[in-house]
């Protein structure tokens, strides 16, 4: 198929596989990775995760995780206090022992338990947030906790990747000196960009060329992508950081507006590409695996951020709806599966299987399906406890 009408089908079925999912109170995200399975091998065989796709599906990734950088401000973090801390902290650990738990279960190697459970620990901000909103409960106080607590998780979740990476090595590197090179770029690195890209952002201001203060944000954007891959890390975490870095200056909302219509289009891609990847006999050859894995997942979040929000003191009714609230794996928990799919390590082998992806891929897909029912009964039945949290 000509690469130009392979694009076309892509982004267009993506964008008609989202609107139907919305259309169905579920989030686009499930519709496009839905229409990526429907094209790919495991049905119609129309397209292929060829060079096109997967170059344009890193562009997604990078353009994605940059966008949650950008509404990620660490000033939000540090105020939501010690309950939202624990919540996350509790949905992170449980879920991610579980993770590593189920992979050493079913004989899978360490590196790949270490993956599933980073995937494991995120949690889907973006679907959350949608849910929430539907509800009517997005200002509560619990949904307060439930979002600063989920932008916890997938930092912590991109954190393990970056530190997976990093141990396993990287370019035939040692896996000493990788992870040398990647605390460089966390203590020195980061902190530099951290002080001096506002400072460059302030002073681009006076370009008088327009769009020049937008085109010269995503070549630092795309350096610090590389500086990240360079110290044996993922680009992704770079995008991220940098997200985080704008976030704080006078310019976010501009630079938001204007990557918005660059994520309309590539990002959709990346979860079609997921869908492709995608593995469908997977869920039929091994019922058990991805059955006990989305359990996992499941009462890991439950458990784990009811303890946390119980030792803050919050009451059992309330812990119930915001650990169901942290149940659902989306933009991160895919971020981290899809990447490492296409991750190498030193043996030439793939950081994570085709068989556990799909299983990831599959128990994504569960608990964004089964998240909002449970919570619309949980929030109707409970509504008037949702806002007395300390």
Sequence with gaps: MHELLEIAIVIISAKIGGEVSEYFGQSPILGQIIVGMVLGPS??????YDEMIKLLAEF???????????????????????????????GVILPFLGGIGSAFFFG????????????????????????????GRIRT??????LA?????????????TMTIAVLGAGGMNPIISL???????????????????????????????GGLFVIVLGILFLFAFAAEST??????GAFLMGMILSETHDSDMIMKSTLPIYYFLAPVFFVSIGILFDISVLLSAPLMVTVVTVVAILGKIAGSGIGTMISGVSGKVSLFIGFGMVPRGEVALIIAGFARTFETDAGNPLLGSELFSVITGMSLITILV??????????????YLDKVK
């Design 108 to 135: 899978f190697h360490w590196q790949e338990g270490l993956i599933l459970g980073a995937a494991l620990s995120a949690t889907s901000v973006a679907l959350t947030a949608g849910v929430l909103m539907d509800l």
């Design 180 to 210: 040398l090179y990647a605390l460089i770029f966390w203590a020195v690195l980061f902190p530099v960009g951290w002080k001096a890209v506002p400072i460059i952002t302030s002073r681009l201001r006076r370009m008088k060329t327009e």
């Design 371 to 384: 998240t909002p029912s449970i919570l619309k009964f949980i929030g109707d039945n409970y509504s008037e």
């Design 43 to 48: 049905a119609l065989g129309l397209v292929a």
């Design 232 to 237: 044996g890390l993922a680009g992704i975490v």
């Design 141 to 146: 106080k619990a949904a307060e906790m439930i």
């Design 60 to 90: 997604g990734i990078i353009f994605l995780i940059f966008m949650v950088g950008l509404q990620t401000r660490p000033r939000d973090i540090k105020e939501v206090g010690v309950p939202s801390g624990l919540l996350a902290l509790g």
């Design 149 to 161: 607590a989920a932008v916890i998780d997938d930092v912590i979740g991109l954190l393990i990747l």
